[in-house]
């Protein structure tokens, strides 16, 4: 199983509520990434969580809010968003934290967000 | 630091004609590079990548791409392509820090019948 999902695949959202992204992969990987991708553009690395904790955030504002509750999962917290946040938002995971950035990232479908 | 820069944001072509589609890297430390595909509405596709050793790499779907130091280039290549090639393409780059790919801009491969 080679698979990374995603749920929402769609969401739309008012500037004043709070919601979640979740993303899961069963390949037993122990990186997982969050990414932010907007029309026309490549994906922007938002947060690495590497053997469930934090190890890097790209200065992502603080409403968005990352967790790693198991080695599986990876949720996206979201609250007061902005309508510039409207992206997809996909979610990656590799075998093996590599210093170097070597490991191949498999990538899930994303959640399509609209905020209004 | 690690740039990425695809030449082209757009490669039109027929089915069953050659594609190359360019990437070019500037770095100064270790060069790890990779093709990833993005199809309407989904995630990326890893569709090969480069580490070391042999400069051509072959991947998935019939592409390759050739490593090439002294012209600081990752080109990507098929001799024959099909409709189901349409989609956009990035070149990323690892190599700075634990999961960060720096990615090139994209290029929109799009196979006329």
Redesign the interface.
């Known amino acids: 199983d080679t698979e990374v999902t995603q749920t929402p695949k769609h969401l739309v959202m008012g500037m004043t509520n709070k919601k979640s992204l979740k993303c899961e992969q069963h390949m037993g990987h122990r990186a997982m990434y969050w990414y932010k991708q907007k029309a026309k553009k490549p994906p922007e690395l938002m947060f690495v969580y590497s053997y469930e904790k934090l190890s890097i955030n790209e200065s992502v504002p603080s409403r968005f809010s990352p967790e790693c509750p198991n080695s599986s999962l990876l949720n996206l917290h979201l609250h007061a968003l902005q309508p510039e946040d409207s992206a997809l938002y996909l979610c990656a995971s590799s075998q093996d934290p590599q210093p170097l950035g070597t490991d191949t990232q498999y990538f899930g479908p994303g959640t399509r967000l609209t905020v209004l | 630091a690690q740039s990425v820069t695809q030449l082209d944001s757009q490669v039109p072509v027929f089915e069953e004609a050659p594609v190359e589609l360019r990437c070019n890297y500037s770095s100064s ?2 060069v ?1 590079l ?1 093709w ?1 595909v993005q199809y309407p ?6 569709l090969l ?1 480069y ?1 070391s050793g042999s400069t051509l790499v072959k991947g998935i779907n019939g592409f390759e791409a050739e490593f090439n130091k002294s012209q600081t280039s990752f080109h990507l290549r098929k001799p024959s392509v099909h409709i189901s090639d349409t989609a956009e393409y ?1 070149c ?1 780059g ?8 720096t ?4 290029t929109i491969l799009t196979v006329h019948p």
């Open positions: 430390v270790s790890y990779f990833y509405n989904q995630g990326l596709q890893l990548k580490l990035f990323a690892g190599g700075t820090s634990y999961g960060k790919l990615f090139g801009q994209g």
